[in-house]
């Protein structure tokens, strides 16, 4: 079956900067659209970003826009979210997740994917 795992969260100070990565086995990543949604303590999971299949279209949220890159390299099953300028309202469980029936194409509804990890928490400190 598919996995996803993601690493790369911790604990950092305001203006820090942080790499995550999501690794993904078990199928066919390059078709895959890739997104990451990210979860607050008491808040409902909200999109971050979204990359296309083959990489080359992204979307973001408004909040992270110009902050928050995502990348991916499908010769090796993993996409990255590259986190700048971090803030505290940052804060959250980092999620990323896979969607097999999307074409390809970018997609900001959760519902659109179907295999998610398990989250990867990062705090920032003011």
């Known amino acids: 079956q598919v996995q996803l795992v993601e690493s790369g969260g911790a604990f950092v100070q305001a203006g820090d900067s942080l790499r995550l990565s999501c690794a993904v086995s078990g199928g066919a990543f390059y078709i895959y659209t890739m997104g990451w949604f990210r979860q607050a303590p008491g808040k409902e999971r909200d999109f971050v970003a979204t990359i296309s299949s083959t990489g080359g279209s992204t979307r973001y949220a408004d909040s992270v826009k110009g902050r928050f890159t995502v990348s991916r390299d499908n010769a090796k099953n993993t996409v990255y979210l590259q986190m700048n300028s971090l803030k505290p309202e940052d804060t959250a469980v980092y999620y990323c997740?896979?969607?097999?029936?999307?074409?390809?194409?970018?997609?900001?509804?959760?519902?659109?994917?179907?295999?998610w990890g398990q989250g990867t928490q990062v705090t920032v400190s003011s």
């Open positions: 997740a896979a969607g097999s029936r999307t074409g390809g194409i970018v997609t900001s509804v959760p519902n659109n994917y179907d295999y």
